[in-house]
Each structure stands twice: as C-alpha cells, then as structure tokens.
C-alpha cells in the first residue's frame, strides 16, 4: 500500500556530503550549498568514470541512518525526502547529472518518500520511493520498496547496505531511462510518464472511455462464479485497478481481477498472470519491464509488490541506474 508523508511542519535533518560517482565533498567545502554541485577544484568523479553501481565507503551514524541518493539520469533532478518526524536537508536541492548525495534520516522515520523533481523544487515530479525506518538496536530495521501504482517516470534501484543487509536486499528497475516508456498502454502515455490505469481510471473527464471499462465484464464473471465475490457485483473498472470501493478490502480478489487470474485467484504461478484476458494492461507491461515491482494496490498478495527489509546501517537511492 502506498504511505502518505504528513504535512505538518517537520525538523530540518542536515545534509552530510554531495559526491560524483566516485568521490565526495565534505560538507562546507567546495560544495555549492545550493545545488549540491561542485565547484571547479572538487574531484566529483563522473558515470563513465567510476560506473553507477559504485559506491564509496561510509562509516555507519552513531544515531541515524545514511539516505544516499544518486543522479544517473541525463538531467538534472531536484530531490524532496519527507517522512513523519522529519524532512531530508537541503530541502529541494538539485542534484546534478552524476552526483551523489548524503543525507542523515533518523532511525525512526515512517511513511517516507524521496521524490525526484525535474522542472524545479517540487515542479514536474518524475518518480519518488518509499521506506519506513525502525530503530533496532545500534541499526534500524529499513523497509523500502519500488512503487508504480500512481505512474512510471523513472526507472530507480534502491539497496540496503550495512549489517545484516546483503545483496538480496535491492530492487530495482533495470532499464536505461531513453527506452522506459517503450509499450506504455496507449491511453496511458503522457510527455515523460506512464500513468497507471489506476490514476487514469479515477480521473472523471476519462471514466466513460472504454479503457476504464475494460474489467467490467470480469468483475460481473467474479460476482456471479467465483465464492467471496457476489458482494463485489457493483464494483466498477476503475475500483478495480485501484483495489477502492467494495473491494477496498479484498486484496486476495483484486489482485485476480488485475492479473486475469479469476479461475485460481490462489495461484503463485506467476507465468499464467496477464495471461488470460481482460487484465490490468499497465501492470502487465510494468511487470514486464520491471518486473517484481509495485504495479497496482494489492500487487503485494502472492509476493509481487519488491517489498525489502532488513537490519541496516545506509540506505542507497539511484534514479536511472542504467543511465
């Protein structure tokens, strides 16, 4: 399920370094407090240098959590980290093609989202993650996942580092962002995103299309076949994509109507999902680019929603890891 920041004012969280690919800055240094770029004499490093899968080193924070968050995109991005208790510092700052930079979140932080902005501070959003902290011990429990459900904008990777962190415990879209949108549902491209037939769906002005109308015969099929589902019988295409409505609380249901899964709604076979139509066309094409990812409410029943936890020290963010 998705998690709402709260908007009520929050401590500022001060930033620890600004880095290339390769090395970092120190805070107050050669750093531009503004834009977290470099200035002539900082040896920022660069993607075709040192490769976006590399990392410097971090000794673990005595009382937080490292939110390391890299720009591999052609362009630059301006980056808004805001959870309950606190908000990522700088606020807003852009982060220029190539850099990286750290931030210091709290071990308790829930309900957080860092979010990438193109257009200016809090302008254009492109694609945002998500995470809760829990303190445990000298570390934190790092809840994190990928999600899709409100739209593609970004192809992104995040891993959990420090320990009993290990390379089971990343996500990621691994795809260059030139070619993300390739096969993007027709009626759901926009200029530089994918929206979810979700958010298309429950948009007024497109609820009479045929696309948003598209489960409906599924949804009557459900009622009348198939035990548990005779009370969903009024429920809509789009309650359907969005798992709202009567089946608000149905994620078992729900997750067969996106998935076209309706004669073994209990099946884990992942080979048969969007196999039989009607199914969410936009989940089966982010499933296929990406797959594992969250693609719809509910898309975590039978383990398909890239949820990752583990005991760590550093959290590590990478909007375009593939360029």
């Not at 770029?37 to 660069?46: E, I, P, R, T």
């Not at 948003?212 to 599924?218: E, K, N, V």
């Not at 009348?224 to 789009?238: I, K, L, R, Y």
Request: overall charge negative.
């Amino acid at each position: 399920m998705l998690v709402t920041p709260t908007p009520s004012p929050l401590p500022r969280l001060s930033l620890a370094l600004v880095c290339g690919v390769a090395a970092c800055s120190s805070h107050g240094g050669t750093r531009s407090p503004d834009t977290g770029v470099a200035d002539a004499g900082a040896d920022m490093g660069s993607a075709a240098d040192a490769g976006l899968d590399v990392w410097t080193a971090r000794a673990p924070l005595a009382d937080g959590v490292w939110v390391r968050v890299r720009n591999g995109c052609s362009f630059p991005l301006f980056i808004h980290g805001a959870g309950n208790g606190a908000v990522l510092q700088p606020d807003d700052a852009e982060l220029a093609v190539g850099a990286t930079r750290d931030y210091e979140a709290p071990r308790d932080w829930s309900a957080a989202r860092v979010t990438a902005y193109v257009d200016g501070p809090r302008m254009g959003e492109l694609d945002k993650v998500e995470a809760t902290f829990q303190p445990s011990g000298d570390l934190a429990t790092l809840n994190f996942n990928i999600t899709y459900v409100d739209w593609v904008g970004l192809p992104m990777r995040m891993e959990a580092v420090g320990g009993e962190c290990n390379a089971s415990h990343q996500v990621e879209c691994a795809v260059p962002h030139a070619s993300l949108l390739d096969g993007c549902p027709a009626q759901l491209r926009e200029s530089d995103r994918c929206q979810s037939a979700r958010s298309h769906c429950l948009n007024p002005t497109n609820q009479a299309s045929e696309y948003c109308h598209a489960l409906d015969g599924a949804i009557a099929d459900c009622a009348a076949n198939v035990a548990g589902c005779g009370a969903f019988a009024a429920a809509t295409t789009p309650e359907a994509y969005a798992c709202s409505g009567p089946l608000s609380n149905e994620p078992r249901l729900c997750a067969a109507l996106n998935r076209g899964m309706l004669s073994a709604p209990d099946s884990a076979d992942t080979s048969a999902f969007y196999m039989t139509d009607p199914y969410n066309t936009y989940a089966a094409w982010v499933h296929a680019v990406c797959p594992g990812i969250y693609a719809f409410s509910y898309d975590d029943w039978l383990s398909q929603g890239g949820f990752r936890a583990c005991r760590g020290s550093e959290l590590r963010i990478t909007f375009c890891p593939r360029g």
